[in-house]
Every structure is written in C-alpha cells, then in structure tokens.
C-alpha cells in the first residue's frame, strides 16, 4: 500500500499560483496519482487524476516527474474560495482485493489570504 | 450528475444504542465506501463494498458493520454506540467500469453524536 506524504498547511495569497508536493515513494508500477478537494462540512470532491509527466483540466494542473516518486497539483490564480483541505491519493483504484487507493491520510490545508 | 444522499444531516444518539447510517446513490455505481472523518485525523475508511452482498473492511473496522443488499443503498451499522462514535460519517460511491475515471462521489456527510 503505497503512502503517501504532504505538507500539513499552506498559506498563499489571492491570484498567486500555488503548488502542494505529494511524496509517494512506495509508488506501484499500475498505481495512479488522485487529487481530491474538501470544503468545510462537505464531503471531498474530485480534482485531477494523472499516471505521468503533466495533466491539465479546467481547475488545475498535475505534475508528475520521471521516477513518479512524487506529484504536484498546481493551482492557477487562486482565490479565497479555493481555501479548502487537499488530499492526494495513490492507487490502481480498480483492484478488487483490498482498500488500495482509498487511503485519503490528513491532506493539506490550503488557506488564502486576500 | 451523481447524487449521493445520507439519511441524516445531524444525528444525536445515547451510548448503547443501536445506530443505522445510510447512504443511497442514484448512478449505479458498483462501489460504495464508509468513512469517518475526525479532527487532525483525516478521513478513515471504515468499510467498503464493491457489489451487492460484497463487503470488505478498510482501516477501521472494529465496533462497525454493513449492509449491502441493494446495489443503490449501502448502510453502516454501529451495533452498540460508543462515545468514541461520535463523528463525522461520509458515504460515497463509484462506478467500476473499465477506462472510467475512479473518482469517488460523496455525500454531504453525517454528523452523529453519541452522548
């Protein structure tokens, strides 16, 4: 079960680019990288899901390096609304004999300043 | 859209009771899971199911069990309610096809309270 690794909190300011490093190092060779995004009394909600190099959708980018030992999501332009706990899961997702890829850990909580 | 809805929003029990939670979702998803999520603790799987009369334990099982005897519904069950209970309680859902995004779509969560 691959573990994951990520920054406690970050602070950051409105219309700053921000970017939350996920260490995975027990990474698998099927496993792939998800972001998750979660507002106060709301349950998560998806980002982005990546395998390798880069992945961009229309709320962020993810960054995924050769050795796959660690991602960043990468916000564009933040704003106030953007402050919420950000969690990154590894995973194959699709394996049917264990909770691989459902392990979500305490994520980063990412607060923005006006 | 995915919906997935939980019985309650707030919950308030007494120590000893028997608590049922449910959780139903409308997209025919395969996959259900039970988290509970505690301050400085993230969120804990409790229990999961990957079909109908199927159910495998996460992280945390102890103190907890699971139904799953319709493909829309999956309920969590606190057998005897403990102070240690009280949490937030998220249900969520996903499908199993292959080549589909396994992103996992949550409910609003259940706050239950065990006094």
């Known amino acids: 079960l691959a573990k994951t690794t990520q920054p406690i909190s970050m602070d950051s300011y409105e219309g700053q680019e921000v970017n939350i490093t996920c260490s995975h190092n027990?990474?698998?060779?099927?496993?792939?990288i998800t972001w998750y995004q979660q507002f106060p009394s709301q349950g998560p909600r998806f980002i982005i899901q990546g395998y390798k190099t880069k992945v961009t959708n229309e709320v962020a980018s993810l960054f995924i390096p050769a050795d796959r030992k660690s991602s960043t999501l990468s916000l564009p332009r933040v704003s106030l609304s953007d402050t919420a706990v950000y969690y990154c899961?590894?995973?194959?997702?699709?394996?049917?004999?264990?909770?691989?890829?459902?392990?979500f850990g305490k994520g980063t909580h990412l607060i923005i300043q006006p | 859209d995915v919906k997935v809805t939980q019985s309650s929003r707030y919950l308030v029990k007494r120590t000893g009771e028997k608590v049922f939670l449910e959780c139903v979702q409308d997209m025919d998803h395969e996959n259900m899971f039970w988290y509970r999520q505690d301050p400085g603790l993230g969120l804990r799987l409790i229990y999961f199911?990957?079909?109908?009369?199927?159910?495998e334990k996460g992280d945390i099982p102890e103190g907890y069990s699971v139904s799953r005897e319709k493909k829309e519904r999956f309920s969590l069950i606190l057998e005897s309610a403990s102070t240690n209970q009280t949490s937030m309680y998220l249900c969520?859902?996903?499908?199993?096809?292959?080549?589909?995004?396994?992103?996992?779509?949550f409910g609003p969560g259940t706050r239950l309270t065990v006094l």
């Open positions: 899961l590894v995973g194959d997702g699709w394996t049917g004999g264990g909770a691989d890829g459902l392990t």
């Open positions: 199911s990957y079909d109908v009369k199927m159910k």
């Open positions: 969520a859902s996903r499908t199993n096809l292959a080549g589909a995004t396994p992103e996992q779509f």
């Open positions: 027990n990474i698998a060779t099927n496993d792939y």
